[in-house]
């Protein structure tokens, strides 16, 4: 009697560790601690943005005692400084990272009301984007290039879509050469195929790192010809 239950037991045991394992799958999560440069740590982390390739991840934290921004390195392991970007009297948060990791726009609250910045990694300078905006503003974004900024302005009295242009001399934030990671730190090359419209953007990765034990990997169908 002992023997069986014991057995029934271990078998319990092993189907959830398997669960557990396929449950998984795919994450590639630093764990979290609070000493070094590491993405999670006890505190609050939220707001998340990846850069083109995915080696560079912006996210708001509450570490040290208060919210600022941070640039996760994926390739390093480790986190970047950002000399000049958090102020101690000030909160830093809702970041978003052109497509090679060199500008980041936030929203501070340095100037008595929220406002968009502009953070330049190379030139280790912020430019106050909204500073003669007459109202509150929230949840900025930046396109690839780096040229343009979004973000959400009350100035009408309700909330809408502002649009911010750089200008045609802005130096551009263009991707490099493509950095995949896979679990197990090696490196992919990614293929990009771009085609006039109306065809779709289709992207091809290889070679495929990622284990297929707990879901089935379907391949695209090709787009449909539009005449």
Known sequence: ?????????????????????????????????????????????????????????????????????????????????????????????????????????????????????LYDRKALTSEHITKNFLGEVRNPSISGNGRFIIFEGNRSGQWDIEIYDRGLDTPLSLPTEPWLSSSGGKTSKAIVKVEPFPSLLLTEIEPLQRSTSCFTIVKPKPAPTIV
């Open 1 to 117: 009697m002992a023997w069986c239950l014991k057995n029934k037991l271990l078998k319990l045991v092993v189907i959830v560790v398997t669960l557990t394992s396929c449950g998984d799958s795919g994450y590639i999560t630093p764990p979290t601690t609070n000493l070094g440069a590491t993405l999670n740590t006890k505190a609050a982390e939220t707001a998340p943005n990846m850069s083109y390739d995915g080696r560079y991840l912006v996210f708001t934290s509450d570490r040290n005692s208060q919210t600022g921004i941070f640039v996760y390195d994926r390739q390093a392991n480790s986190l970047l400084s950002l000399p000049g970007l958090n102020l101690t009297q000030s909160r830093q948060y809702q970041g978003d990272i052109s497509a090679d990791g060199n500008y980041i726009v936030y929203v501070s609250e340095q100037m008595g009301k929220t406002d968009i910045f």
